[in-house]
């Protein structure tokens, strides 16, 4: 909950969603307990209000934001879903795409990219969906009855949220729309064309609408009546709540995966490089639409959490970044973390996660520091395709100046200290870092109808930050890196699609 006359954060609370992993590769989440967690996140927030004497009647507005490409269909008779949501980094679509590209002219993973920004990939919904429909027989018959309902995670949350069965709103907002495949980015609607190739029946889609106005009341709980009036995706929310307005300012993420968006005005930029063309924002019905290049990483935090749950070298995340600053190198130790394959710039979803280097000198430590600062080196792939782009392209008249980060998982200082180390830009450290939250508590804020938050440039509340500035020692930085790129290189071509059906590796 935040403070719309001066974005201060007053109350908050989070809980950590179950991941399950039922085979090699895939990755789903329960829709329904992500759900409960809204609900249970709601009403403890606003019991923590209670506590400061803050009456929560004074809540106007309610903002959504979500894992962007998870995919989910459920039954609107019942409100029940169909099949676990299948989340964004999840590779169980491999045999779809290659069946897919099969269809397309020369086998282009780009052929689409000038309508939806995106290549061909699993990271996207079309997909999802498209495997869904083949291999789930109750949403197969569920879309033949005509009781079948899309969407991301926002659409699932506020048809929930607003009735569900009983007259909850299907609507989705440009940003996460965009991010579907399915989705012309210029004309901002879903696209005939591309709903035939991937043999998606429209009717299931939800209603298309911008990023900021109301879109519904919340039915239920201690908030019931206020209306639900902001809605982006997750790396749309974090650069609106960055601030970044203006054409050429970026900002960088780090939660499970990586993002890095930057602000191209109402001008879409289409990247030879590697990067996304997305819908940044559109505030409200009548606002332009503005549109970002994205570089997208699929695992950054997601690795600190894999050294937790699945090494078990640590029992916290906070641990990894104090066993990385024991040793304070890697000690020729290089993690490439492409467990979902490697997203941008190199698209390949036949990469899978290698450590290499090791010797018998190497220990957790060192292993622990290569994880970190295999982020770091992602963050600069990225950041350098998006440094070749802005001297490509005029339209970007203000220079990268600023790289705001978002840090998640406790590793914030060893990795911002590396990114500056690893990096050729200051960035910014906001000290306040929910700041994808405040996107979204901004975009409700400031709906038609709601009003009380101002988006105009003289109104806003600089988001405070640290700055730094690069600590660059050239020759070694380039070295380690080109060291780095070696290992990528010997990450790639290591999985088929041809694996058994019982999913698990050749």
């Not at 964004?88 to 920004?117: A, C, H, Y």
């Not at 027989?137 to 926002?154: L, N, S, W």
């Not at 506020?158 to 980015?185: E, P, Q, Y």
């Not at 910014?428 to 709906?447: C, D, F, R």
Request: hydrophobic residues 40%; proline residues 4%.
């Amino acid at each position: 909950v935040f403070n719309a006359k001066t974005a201060e954060l007053l109350s908050h609370h989070q809980v950590e969603i179950q991941q399950k992993f039922p085979r090699e590769g895939w990755v789903e989440q329960d829709p329904k307990e992500i759900l409960k967690s809204v609900h249970e996140c709601v009403e403890k927030t606003c019991e923590k209000l209670q506590q400061l004497n803050i009456d929560i009647t004074n809540i106007k507005a309610i903002g959504v934001s979500n894992q962007r490409e998870t995919t989910v269909v459920w039954d609107k008779t019942t409100g029940e879903p169909l099949y676990n949501a299948i989340v964004w980094l999840d590779l169980r679509t491999q045999s779809t795409v290659e069946r897919l590209l099969k269809r397309i002219p020369g086998k282009n993973k780009s052929f689409f990219k000038f309508r939806t920004g995106l290549p061909l990939s699993t990271y996207f919904s079309a997909v999802k969906l498209r495997w869904l429909l083949d291999n789930v027989e109750e949403i197969k018959q569920a879309v033949d009855d005509g009781r079948a309902m899309f969407g991301t995670i926002d659409s699932w949350l506020i048809w929930s949220l607003t009735g569900g069965k009983n007259g909850g709103v299907h609507c989705t907002d440009v940003t996460n729309a965009s991010r579907t495949m399915l989705f012309n980015i210029h004309s901002l609607d879903w696209d005939p064309e591309l709903c035939q190739f991937f043999d998606i029946p429209m009717e299931i889609l939800p209603k298309v609408r911008s990023s900021s106005e109301i879109y519904g009341l919340m039915k239920s709980g201690a908030l019931t009546g206020v209306p639900i009036s902001g809605c982006l995706g997750d790396q749309s929310a974090a650069l609106v709540g960055q601030m970044c307005f203006q054409d050429g300012q970026a900002k960088n993420t780090y939660g499970t995966g990586c993002f890095l968006l930057c602000n191209t005005g109402q001008k879409s930029v289409f990247s030879e490089h590697g990067l996304l063309t997305t819908i940044a924002y559109k505030l409200g019905r009548d606002k332009p639409v503005c549109y970002a290049l994205e570089g997208s990483v699929a695992i950054a935090g997601a690795v600190i959490r894999w050294l937790r749950d699945n090494l078990g070298i640590v029992k916290t995340s906070q641990e990894v970044e104090k066993l990385a600053a024991e040793v304070g190198t890697s000690y020729g130790c290089y993690f490439v973390p492409a467990f979902s394959g490697l997203y941008a710039p190199y698209w390949e979803p036949s990469a899978r996660g290698i450590i290499c280097g090791l010797t018998q000198f190497t220990n957790k430590n060192h292993i622990a520091f290569a994880a970190l600062e295999a982020v770091c080196f992602q963050t600069r792939e990225i950041n350098d395709a998006l440094g070749i782009m802005l001297g490509y392209y005029l339209s970007l008249h203000m220079v990268l100046m600023l790289m705001n980060c978002s840090f998640g998982l406790g590793y914030n200082d060893l990795v911002g200290w590396y990114i500056i180390y690893m990096g050729k830009v200051p960035f910014l450290k906001p000290s306040m870092p929910e700041t994808t939250a405040l996107g979204a508590a901004m975009a409700a804020g400031a709906a038609e109808g709601v009003g009380i938050w101002s988006l105009n440039p003289g109104d806003l509340t600089a988001v405070t930050c640290e700055r730094f500035e690069p600590q660059i020692n050239p020759e070694e930085s380039e070295c380690r890196y080109a060291r780095w790129k070696k290992a990528v290189m010997k990450s790639m071509g290591w999985e088929t699609s041809e694996a058994p059906s019982n999913g698990k590796p050749m």
